[in-house]
């Protein structure tokens, strides 16, 4: 069993399940809970409100920074679902862990440069690190499919 960490619990990283009280899957929070392979340990997030419904309602553990997430468990993959200006500093915070395999959201980073330091450090370490960039779930996106699909775009030629 992997155990695993996210940081950051907005939309995709919880929310969106909690807001739409669905059965279905739609946050890095479910799918990793839900998945047999995996354990989550702890999660950590800046908004205090939803540390603590995660505390009260699930009884995992929380933090309400990264920092002391990670000095406190070992993980093997770290989930990264924070706001986009945040992502690189969080990329190279989580380098000093170890883990095993880093999930970001998108953005990687804000500039190119940002980007290139991240891959040589994670080259480096030899940690494999993977952005996502999945909208499937969303509900716009769905709407637009189904439009494409059933040939509903009004588009003229």
């Known amino acids: 069993m ?3 960490v996210l940081i950051g619990c907005g939309k995709i990283g919880y929310s969106f399940d909690k807001k739409n009280g669905t059965k279905s899957k739609l946050t890095h929070y479910g799918l990793i809970n839900s998945h047999t392979k995996f354990q989550l340990e702890a999660i950590a997030d800046t908004d205090e ?9 699930h009884g995992i553990r929380v933090y309400n920074n990264h920092i002391e997430l990670l000095q ?3 993980p093997d993959v770290i989930i990264i679902s924070t706001p ?4 690189y500093a969080i990329a190279m915070d989580v380098l000093d862990y170890k883990p095993r395999f880093v999930f970001i959201e998108k ?5 190119l440069d940002k980007i290139k330091e991240i891959e040589k ?3 480096h370490k030899g940690i494999p690190i ?4 999945s909208r499937r779930f969303f509900e716009p996106f769905i709407s637009w499919k189904k439009m494409i699909l059933n040939n ?5 030629q």
């Open 2 to 4: 992997y155990k695993a």
């Open 49 to 57: 409100s939803i540390i603590k419904h995660i505390s009260k309602i």
């Open 72 to 74: 406190n468990h070992d």
């Open 84 to 87: 986009d200006h945040t992502h």
């Open 107 to 111: 953005p990687l980073a804000d500039s």
């Open 121 to 123: 450090a994670y080259n």
């Open 130 to 133: 993977m952005v996502n960039f």
């Open 152 to 156: 509903r775009l009004n588009i003229k």
